[in-house]
């Protein structure tokens, strides 16, 4: 599965993109991240929980709209980490 | 330079959005003591008849690029409000704007900073008028345009964009997919200019000129209340910090109470009601597509100032939005784009509520031209063939 960062991320993982190989659920997969990537886990959460200031996507769908964390994710999938600050 | 809304952290003044820390928005800081020694009434007064009379307290280094946006029309709606009940409405009204909308307020301050980075190129995504904006301003300044609309927009709002010579981009999908490309565009191209993205910060502090507005042609009196159309919250956000602004330096001493339009169903307004989240909407059926952002970034800083100053929030359906644009249009003279007419509407519904005394002194903000939007009015009516006089004479 193709995971991709936004630059403020990829000064963690020192990467734009990646190939990993993880079957499991959205929250799984960030677990598994953060044990990869020391320092990401202080970036995606907070005191409140999951910082609400980055959106996931699956296959460019928002897993808001989709099962939230539990959003199962597998081999041939995209997944995007994207700041949720702009637009407007 | 500029600091996270969130943990405060301060970085130097760069094309940049988000905290390297937290992920949380960035704001302009001022000096405001050094503002304060500068800025007067009477300064303002004999400034340029633009939104440039404020340049103070904007956020450039450079000559700015203006093609005239802002100190637009000001009208006592006497007529209107007389039908709603209202002794005190003022309409702001900016579709007179060099692109008639007010979004060149935003992009004037954006297209600025992006000749003072250097950047290459420029870009946005839009629900339509942002289009034509930065496509103007980027013809004036001579450089590339990328802009990602969603499909399904106004032609007459491509068009607009088109003839200035902008690259446009038509996105499967809604507001949020053009915006999410954008994005990921502006994040592998540092050196282009996207308006609301990267250089978001600085692009909505031109809306705070709409509150700076409002109180110098209320005689240097803050409104008892304002309402607004609200897309991304954005709009919402930036008055309210316009008229902290001007308390700051002693131009105003009151805020006044914020209140929000959107169309039927969409998230901000739903939040305030429900005194709830902001809870993401994916599929949206409403006529106001300037209005129509699912995903809105600023929702909660426009949820907080609406809570905060006591105002409210009302989502009036595609029906009334019309019959508003025909109201406003029969009685003041003034046809407004579909994002005002969902603004008398929500007005309407508010008085109608008892949240606005028949005597405050309230300002609607007209955003945007009608012909923008003049497709949805082609059934409101019917004209008459003749070929002779006397076929008139009949009728
Ligand atoms: C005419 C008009 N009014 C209001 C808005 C709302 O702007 P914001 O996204 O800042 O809330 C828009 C946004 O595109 C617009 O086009
Ligand atoms: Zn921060």
Redesign the interface.
């Known amino acids: 599965m193709k995971i991709v960062y936004?630059?403020?991320l990829a000064?963690v993982t020192r990467k734009k993109e990646e190939e990993v190989e993880f079957s499991g659920d959205v929250e799984a997969l960030i677990n598994f991240l953060c044990e990869k990537y020391k320092g990401l886990k202080k970036?995606l959460y907070?005191k409140e929980g999951f910082?609400?200031?980055?959106?996931i996507?699956v296959n460019?769908e928002?897993i808001?709209?989709l099962n939230g964390f539990e959003t199962e994710v597998k081999a041939n999938d995209t997944v995007?980490f994207?700041?949720?600050?702009?637009?407007? | 330079m500029l600091r996270c809304m969130?943990c405060k952290k301060e970085i130097e003044d760069l094309p940049s959005?988000?905290c390297?820390?937290?992920?949380?928005?960035l704001e302009v800081v001022y000096d405001w003591e050094q503002i304060k020694e500068r800025v007067s009434r009477e300064k303002i007064e004999r400034g340029v008849e633009s939104m440039w009379r404020y340049k103070d307290f904007l956020p450039v280094n450079r000559e700015p690029v203006d093609l005239g946006a802002g100190f637009t029309r000001f009208i006592h709606a006497k007529n209107l409000g007389e039908i709603l009940g209202l002794k005190n409405l003022y309409l702001l009204d900016d579709s007179t704007n060099p692109t008639y909308s007010f979004k060149d307020r935003v992009v004037s301050v954006a297209v600025t900073k992006a000749l003072e980075f250097k950047m290459r190129a420029l870009g946005c995504?839009s629900t339509g008028n942002l289009a034509g904006s930065l496509a103007a301003h980027a013809a004036k300044v001579k450089l590339p345009t990328y802009i990602f609309v969603p499909a399904g927009i106004e032609k007459t709002k491509i068009v607009q964009a088109a003839v200035h010579g902008a690259n446009i981009i038509e996105v499967e999908g809604s507001?949020?997919?053009a915006?999410?490309i954008?994005?990921?565009m502006?994040?592998n191209n540092?050196d282009w200019g996207f308006v609301?993205?990267n250089l978001?910060p600085y692009y909505v502090e031109g809306s705070k000129t709409l509150a700076y507005e409002a109180v110098e042609r209320l005689d240097w009196r803050s409104p008892d209340q304002v309402i607004l159309p609200m897309?991304?919250?954005?709009?919402l956000t930036s008055v309210y910090k316009g008229f902290q602004d001007f308390i700051k330096v002693g131009l105003t001493d009151t805020i006044p109470i914020f209140n929000g339009a959107q169309p039927e169903g969409f998230p901000i307004v739903r939040a305030v009601r429900e005194k709830a989240e902001i809870?993401?909407l994916?599929e949206s059926q409403t006529i106001v597509h300037s209005l129509a952002?699912g995903?809105?970034?600023?929702g909660?800083t426009a949820k907080d100032i609406i809570e905060e100053t006591r105002g409210y929030a009302e989502d009036p359906s595609d029906r009334e939005v019309v019959d508003s644009v025909l109201l406003l249009a029969k009685t003041e003279g003034i046809f407004t784009e579909l994002a005002g007419g969902t603004v008398i509407a929500a007005l309407k519904r508010l008085v109608e509520a008892g949240r606005i005394d028949r005597s405050e002194v309230i300002v609607a903000y007209l955003t945007g031209n009608g012909l923008k939007t003049a497709d949805v009015f082609l059934n409101e009516f019917s004209v008459r063939k003749v070929s002779k006089y006397e076929e008139v004479i009949a009728w």
């Open positions: 936004p630059i403020i000064a970036v907070n910082n609400k200031f980055i959106n996507y460019n928002d808001r709209n995007k994207i700041p949720a600050i702009a637009g407007g | 969130i959005y988000i390297p820390r937290c992920f949380g928005p995504a507001y949020d997919d915006n999410r954008a994005m990921e502006a994040e540092p609301n993205i978001r897309a991304s919250g954005a709009l809870k993401p994916k952002i995903n809105p970034a600023n909660f």
